[in-house]
C-alpha cells in the first residue's frame, strides 16, 4: 500500500462530508481492500454522522476480510481508483507574494492588496468559467499524515458586543436621543485627552479671541462662498459652527468627514465670538504605535463571507475545493472558520431577485447551506454573524439568528452572533461586520479614500472614526438602542468584512483589515448596477504572526 493513501483516503471522506479519527483512517489504509473497507465504514457510520470512527471501521474488519460478498454504495467504485491514482482534487499551490500589511496571495496582487487580473479574464476578475493553473498534488513528505488531530484544550474563544436578545428599541424619540448620546460619550472619551474640551454651550458665553476646543458629532458640513468649510459640531449642550480655511493643510480631511462621526477641532473664536477658527482636526482613531495581540501558537483561521446559498450563481464547485481542502495536511493548522454574514441569497432583497433564485423559499435555503457546512471539518470552531441577506431585521445592530434558524444551522455546534460582534481568538480581537455602511462610505468620500476596488481603504476610514457605520439617515439602516453597538471602544486585532463583493486587505495602524469576497458568481443584477465580484477566495490568517494567505479555488 502506498504510503500516500491515508492522505488520499481523508480527502475521499472529505468530499462525502466525512471526517475521521486518525486511528479510524490507519486502520483503512491497513485493509487488504482500503476502499471497500472505507464505503462499508461509511455506510456503518450512517448519513447523519459527521465522523467515521476506529469503531466503525473494526467492525467492518471483524465481519471478515472487508465483507466483499455483498453490496456497497458506489463510494467504494470511488474510493479505489482514489487510492490508485495520484490525486488531483486539491487547489493549485502557488508560490505566495508578499502584499501590503504582510499578507501574501497565491497570485499576484498589486501593494494596495488588491487581486492582479486572472490570465483569462480582462476584467481582473475571477469566474467559475475561468481557466486555472493545473492543479497538482503536494509533495510526498516523511512519514504519513493521518489526518486532523487538533487540541481544543489549547483553543480559547471569547465574543463580545453581542446584542442579541438584547434589544429595547422601540423607535419612539427617546430611543435615538439614548443611542446618540451614548455614542457620543464612548468617543468623546477617547477624544479628550488630545484636546482641553470645553461644551458647546460653555464656548458661546467665552470672549472673542479666546483659545477653543470641542468634542462633537458632525451635525453639517457646507462650503462657503469662498471655498472654505463650515463644519457645525454638536454636544449634549447644543451647537457650535467650526470654520476650515481651504489652505489649511487639514482642509482636505473635511472630505473624509461624514455626518454623525465624532471629532475634536481646536481653534480659536472670531472677535465676535460666533464662530470657531479651526487650527487642528482629530479623529478618535486607531493608535498609530498600536501592538496587535496574536496567539501564542501556530494556529490559523479562514475568513469568509457572502455564501449566498439559494442563488442560481452560488458556486458549488468552488466550495467544495474549499472543503476540501481543509481536511489536507495543509489546512491541519485551519482551526476556526469565521463567516461575516448573507449565509444565504435570500428572498425579495432586490427587484426581480426571484428570477435568479435556484431555491425559493428562505427555510430551504438555510437547510442547504447546513448541508454545506457539514463538508466542514467537524473538529473546526465555526463563527456566523447576519448580513443585508439574512432572516433577520436589516436595521443595525442586527441581532443573532432566532432559533429556529439556529436549529437548523446547528452543524458543528457553530457559534452565532449579532452583526457587529468582536470574536476573540486565542487572544486575537477580530472585529467581524458584514459591511452595509461600506456603500456608504463609498458614495460619500472621494475615490482615492474609498472605492469598491480597494475595500479596505473603506474599512480604514471606519477604523479612524472608530464607528463601523457613523452616518445615520443614509443607506444604511440604523436601529436606536440603549446603547450604541457599533462603536468601536476597542481597537481590533483585525478587521474582517464582507458585503460588496470584492477581496481586498491591508494594514492600517497595525490594524489588518480585510474584505474577503463571496461565494456567488456575477448575477443578473450586479450587472445592471456594475458590481463585478471577486468570487471563490479564502483569506487565511496566522493568529500567531497576522500574516495572510488568499487561497484560490474558484
Not at 482500503?34 to 473494526?58: I, N, Y
Not at 492543479?135 to 453581542?162: C, I, K, M, Q, Y
Request: glycine share 8%; proline share 7%; net charge negative.
Amino acid at each position: 500500500m502506498p504510503l500516500e493513501t491515508p492522505a488520499r483516503i481523508v480527502r475521499e471522506l472529505a468530499r462525502h462530508g466525512y471526517n475521521a479519527e486518525r486511528e479510524a483512517v490507519t486502520l483503512i489504509a491497513g485493509a487488504a481492500d482500503p476502499g471497500t473497507t472505507l464505503a462499508r465504514a461509511v455506510e456503518r457510520a450512517g448519513p447523519d454522522a459527521f465522523r467515521v470512527t476506529a469503531a466503525d471501521v473494526r467492525a467492518v474488519l471483524d465481519g471478515g476480510p472487508n465483507a466483499t460478498d455483498a453490496p456497497v454504495s458506489d463510494l467504494t467504485s470511488t474510493v479505489e481508483s482514489t487510492t490508485a491514482e495520484p490525486s488531483t482534487a486539491e487547489p493549485p499551490a502557488a508560490e505566495p507574494t508578499t502584499t501590503d500589511g504582510g499578507a501574501t496571495a497565491e497570485r499576484p496582487a498589486d501593494d494596495s492588496g488588491s487581486p492582479t487580473p486572472h490570465p483569462s479574464n480582462s476584467s481582473g476578475k475571477p469566474n467559475d468559467e475561468s481557466p486555472t493553473e493545473p492543479e497538482t498534488t503536494a509533495p510526498e513528505t516523511e512519514g504519513v499524515w493521518a489526518g486532523r488531530n487538533p487540541d481544543p484544550s489549547l483553543r480559547s474563544f471569547d465574543v463580545a458586543n453581542d446584542m442579541t436578545g438584547q434589544s429595547t428599541g422601540t423607535g419612539e424619540y427617546g430611543d435615538f436621543v439614548k443611542v446618540f448620546k451614548d455614542r457620543y460619550e464612548k468617543l468623546s472619551r477617547q477624544l479628550r485627552g488630545r484636546v482641553n474640551h470645553r461644551p458647546a454651550e460653555a464656548i458661546q458665553s467665552m470672549s472673542g479671541g479666546s483659545d477653543a476646543a470641542m468634542v462633537g458629532l458632525v451635525n453639517d458640513i457646507r462650503s462657503t462662498a469662498s471655498g472654505h468649510w463650515l463644519v457645525e459640531l454638536e454636544d449634549t449642550t447644543g451647537t457650535f459652527p467650526c470654520l476650515v480655511m481651504k489652505d489649511r493643510e487639514f482642509a482636505s480631511a473635511v472630505d473624509e468627514l461624514l455626518l454623525d462621526e465624532c471629532i475634536a477641532v481646536e481653534g480659536t473664536l472670531a472677535d465676535d465670538a460666533g464662530i470657531m477658527f479651526v487650527d487642528s482636526m482629530h479623529s478618535p482613531d486607531v493608535p498609530r504605535t498600536y501592538k496587535p495581540n496574536t496567539a501564542d501558537r501556530h494556529v490559523q483561521a479562514a475568513l469568509i463571507s457572502d455564501v449566498h446559498v439559494g442563488s442560481q450563481e452560488f458556486m458549488t464547485g468552488a466550495w467544495q475545493r474549499f472543503t476540501s481542502w481543509l481536511h489536507t495536511e495543509e489546512a491541519e493548522h485551519v482551526e476556526y472558520l469565521l463567516i461575516a454574514g448573507d449565509m444565504v441569497e435570500g428572498v425579495g432583497v432586490y427587484p426581480n431577485q426571484d428570477e435568479e433564485l435556484d431555491i425559493v423559499d428562505i427555510y430551504d435555503q438555510y437547510e442547504q447551506f447546513a448541508e454545506h457546512l457539514k463538508e466542514v471539518p467537524g473538529d473546526m470552531e465555526i463563527v456566523m454573524i447576519p448580513g443585508n441577506h439574512d432572516a433577520v431585521r436589516l436595521a443595525e445592530p442586527q441581532p443573532g439568528f432566532d432559533e429556529h434558524l439556529r436549529d437548523i444551522m446547528s452543524v458543528h455546534d457553530a457559534h452565532i452572533t449579532s452583526n457587529p460582534s468582536t470574536v476573540t481568538l486565542e487572544g486575537v480581537k477580530v472585529l467581524m461586520y458584514h459591511g452595509v455602511s461600506l456603500d456608504e462610505v463609498i458614495a460619500e468620500l472621494p475615490a482615492e479614500s474609498a472605492s469598491y476596488d480597494e475595500p479596505h481603504k473603506a474599512m480604514y476610514q471606519l477604523l479612524k472614526k472608530r464607528h463601523v457605520a457613523p452616518q445615520y439617515g443614509g443607506h444604511t439602516r440604523l436601529a436606536p438602542e440603549e446603547k450604541d453597538y457599533l462603536v468601536m471602544e476597542e481597537v481590533p486585532d483585525v478587521f474582517h468584512t464582507g458585503h460588496v463583493h470584492k477581496l481586498g486587505w491591508g494594514k492600517y495602524h497595525n490594524v489588518l483589515a480585510v474584505n474577503s469576497g463571496c461565494w456567488q458568481a456575477q448575477t443578473d443584477f450586479q450587472k445592471s448596477v456594475n458590481i463585478d465580484p471577486d468570487a471563490g477566495y479564502a483569506p487565511i490568517l496566522d493568529l500567531d504572526t497576522l500574516d495572510m494567505t488568499v487561497r484560490k479555488f474558484s
